[in-house]
């Protein structure tokens, strides 16, 4: 299985609104990843974990918490975001911070 | 700060013409390098990838790509391209060491279209 899978596919909140975003991958990666990408950009680096333990933060602003509740398992817990947030948030994992990485097919979300 | 640089933003060719698209970063210490590739409505997928080694790597789908190390390069090559090769494609960087292990740095992309 090769596969990293992320919930929901789409999901529309408001400002206001307490939201989670949600990967797993079963193939045994203890790196896994949060990216953020905006219509015809590349994905930009959001946070690493790395067996299970935060190792880069790429200055995120706070109203986004990541964490890894376990190594198959990492979510993007979402709270007053903006507007300019909408994007495609896309989840990877890797054998290990310097492997490949496995792509999810992404969250599309929209702040309104 | 690293950074990766693709030469080209839009491609244009017809089916069976030969592909070479540029891609530069800029890091002094040691990298991996990737080229992903992104079909339309799909999830980004591994092309091919240089950890050591033969600078030249072969790929899926008939894709190569060569590094060359004095000119902090990594070019993708095909061919002959066919229609389905139509995609948008990113050259990546993963960095080592000082707090740098485990970023993987994407170039700007490149949008290929492939006319039949």
């Known amino acids: 299985d090769t596969e990293v899978t992320q919930t929901p596919k789409h999901l529309v909140m408001g400002m206001t609104n307490k939201k989670s975003l949600k990967c797993e991958q079963h193939m045994g990666h203890r790196a896994m990843y949060w990216y953020k990408q905006k219509a015809k950009k590349p994905p930009e680096l959001m946070f690493v974990?790395?067996?299970?333990?935060?190792?880069i933060n790429e200055s995120v602003p706070s109203r986004f918490s990541p964490e890894c509740p376990n190594s198959s398992l990492l979510n993007l817990h979402l709270h007053a975001l903006q507007p300019e947030d909408s994007a495609l948030y896309l989840c990877?994992?890797?054998?290990?911070?310097?492997?490949?990485?496995?792509f999810g097919q992404g969250t599309r979300l929209t702040v309104v | 700060a690293q950074s990766v640089s693709q030469h080209n933003h839009h491609v244009i060719l017809s089916e069976a013409a030969s592909l070479e698209l540029g891609c530069n970063y800029s890091?002094?210490?040691?990298?991996?390098l990737f080229w992903y590739v992104q079909y339309p409505g799909q999830h980004l997928q591994l092309l091919l990838k240089?950890?050591?080694?033969?600078?030249l790597v072969k790929g899926i789908k008939g894709f190569e790509a060569e590094f060359i190390k004095s000119k902090f390069s990594f070019n993708l090559r095909k061919p002959s391209v066919q229609w389905s090769d139509t995609a948008e494609y990113f050259c990546?960087?993963?960095?080592?060491?000082?707090?740098?292990?485990?970023?993987?740095?994407f170039g700007q992309g490149t949008t290929l279209q492939v006319k039949p």
């Open positions: 990877a994992s890797s054998q290990g911070v310097q492997g490949e990485a496995f």
């Open positions: 974990y790395s067996y299970e333990k935060l190792s």
């Open positions: 990546a960087v993963m960095t080592y060491g000082s707090g740098n292990t485990g970023k993987l740095i």
């Open positions: 890091y002094g210490g040691t990298v991996n």
């Open positions: 240089y950890f050591s080694g033969d600078p």
